[in-house]
Structure formats: structure tokens, C-alpha cells
């Protein structure tokens, strides 16, 4: 084979090894992002949990309060 081949061989050999050690790179850096995104996802959960409406509180309050008030009507 001629030098010339071989020097496109070596050099599109380098190129393709720098582009897998770049993509590698990335997914490494994607995989830690999935970690992190997955602890917010979990963050955001328990805090729309703690935080949740008044009215779905409501209803258990008043169901927790009927013998209070019916003691009241009854004096």
C-alpha cells in the first residue's frame, strides 16, 4: 500500500478516536445529569405533597370537627 493510504488510515483513525472519547464524554456527562434531574423530579414531589390545596385539607378538617359541632347544636 502506498504511504499515502496509510497516513489517511492513521489520521481517520485519530479522528474517530477523538470523536468516541468526546461522545463518551458526553454520555458521563448525561448520566450524572439523569442522577441530579432525578433527585429535583423527587424534590418537586414532596414539596407539591407538603404544599397540597386547602380544600383537600378542608373536607378532613370538617369531618374531623362533626363531633364538636354537633356537641354544639346539642346545647
Known amino acids: ?5 496509510w ?3 492513521v489520521i481517520s483513525t485519530l479522528i ?4 468516541a472519547l ?6 458521563l456527562h448525561l448520566m450524572a445529569v439523569r442522577q ?14 407538603q404544599t397540597r390545596t386547602v ?6 378538617v370538617n ?3 362533626k363531633p364538636v359541632r354537633d356537641f354544639c347544636e346539642g346545647v
Open 1 to 5: 500500500m502506498p504511504l499515502v493510504a
Open 7 to 9: 497516513v489517511t488510515i
Open 16 to 19: 474517530i478516536a477523538a470523536a
Open 22 to 27: 468526546g461522545l463518551s464524554r458526553v454520555i
Open 36 to 49: 441530579t434531574l432525578g433527585s429535583v423530579i423527587l424534590g418537586v414531589t414532596v414539596v407539591a405533597h
Open 55 to 60: 380544600p383537600e385539607t378542608i373536607a378532613s
Open 63 to 65: 369531618r374531623d370537627l
